[in-house]
C-alpha cells in the first residue's frame, strides 16, 4: 500500500482526488492539508465524503514524508515551493499550471512572469497519457492537465498526427466549478445563473498546452465561454481538412487511434437523443467522449466532444498518471460510468 497525500486539498480539485483515491485499491491518503480548515474533518468542506473519509485537515506545515504527493495548490504555489515538496516524496503529481510547460520561455509568454523555479520545468512530464504514456511509466514528476487544453488535445489529435488538419475554429462551454472555489464578482450567483459569457475569446493560456501536445503553428483558434452548468467542457470544433474524405475515413482514423484507449469513447449515432457527447453524461468519470458530423463537401468536419473537468480535466487524469508512475493498471481506481439521468 502506497502512502500519498494532497497538498491543498479544500479546493474541488483536492476534494474530487480524495474522492477517487479513497476506492483505489493500492494507496492510502495519510494527510490532506487545508491552512483555512486546519484542525476540521474533510467532510465539513467536502460533504459527500461524509463516512468516506474520516481525515482532519492538517496545516501544510505539518505535511509527513510520503511514497507520491498531490500538489493541489493555486496558480504559482506549487513552484514557489517545490524544493521543499520533492524533499518530502520522491514522486510528485502537480494539478496546477505551474509545471505544464517546457521552457520558461513559453511560460512568460502565457503567465505574463518569470518562472518562480525555471530550473524544474524540463523535470516534469506532461499529464496525459493518452500522448505520453510510455514517459508517464515510473516518472517521478508529473504535471496536471488544463482541462480546455485536454479536450483540444484529445478531439484533435488523430487529424494532426494524420496531417488532415487545415484549420480548427473551435468554442468551448464550460460549467462554473472550472472557476474554482473561491468567490469572485463573476461567480456571484445572480450575475453567474443563466449567463452565456465569453470570457476568453482569443488567447486563452490553455493553448499553450495545445502547441506542446500538437505542436506550435497550426492554425488552430478557440473561445472559451461560461454557461449554465456546474461541472463540464463541451466543445464544439469547426475543422478545415487538406482534402475531402468520407465518413468511414473519419471513424477508421479515431477507432484506429483511440481503440485501445481505456478513457477515450467514440460517440456518433444517427439517431437517438445521446447521439452525441454531453458533458452530464461523463460528470464525475475519467471519460472523454468524442462524436463527429461531416458536413457533404467532405472537407468540413464537425467534431464534438465533453469530459468532466474535474475529472479527465484534472483529478481523474491524475490518478492515472499516478497508475502508470506506480506500475499498476491506470484503469485502477477510475473504473466506474457517471450517473444518468
Sequence with gaps: ???????????????????????HPHVEVAQVTSREQAGRYVHTVHPNLRDVCRLKFVHPDALEAADLLFLALPHGMSARGIEKYAALAPKLIDLSADFRLDSPEAYRRWYGEAHPAPDWLGRFVYGLPEINRERLRGADYVSG????????????????????LERAAIEIKVGSSEGGNKANA????????GAVRTYRATGHRHRA????????????HFAVT????????HLLAHCQLTKAVAERDIWRLYRGRYRSEPFVRLVSGRTGLHR???????????????GFELDSDGRHLVLIAALDNLGKGA???????????????????LRFPGIYP
Excluded at 502512502?3 to 474541488?12: A, C, H, K, N, Q
Excluded at 492537465?145 to 488532415?164: D, E, F, M, S
Excluded at 461560461?226 to 467542457?233: D, L, P, Q, S
Design 315 to 333: 483529478a481523474g487524469s491524475a490518478v492515472q498518471c499516478l497508475n502508470l508512475m506506480l506500475g499498476y493498471d491506470e484503469r485502477t481506481g
Design 145 to 164: 492537465v488544463g482541462c480546455n487544453a485536454t479536450a483540444v488535445n484529445l478531439t484533435l489529435l488523430p487529424l494532426v498526427a494524420k496531417g488532415l
Design 226 to 233: 461560461a454557461i449554465e452548468m456546474v461541472r463540464g467542457v
Design 209 to 220: 498546452e495545445v502547441d506542446l501536445a500538437l505542436g506550435a503553428g497550426l492554425d488552430i
Design 1 to 23: 500500500m502506497r502512502r500519498v497525500s494532497i497538498l491543498g486539498g479544500s479546493g474541488y480539485t483536492g476534494g474530487e482526488l480524495l474522492r477517487l483515491l479513497h476506492f
Design 186 to 193: 463573476g461567480s456571484h450567483h445572480p450575475i453567474r445563473s
Design 276 to 290: 452525441l457527447p454531453e458533458p452530464r453524461v461523463v460528470a464525475g468519470t475519467n471519460y472523454c467522449d468524442i
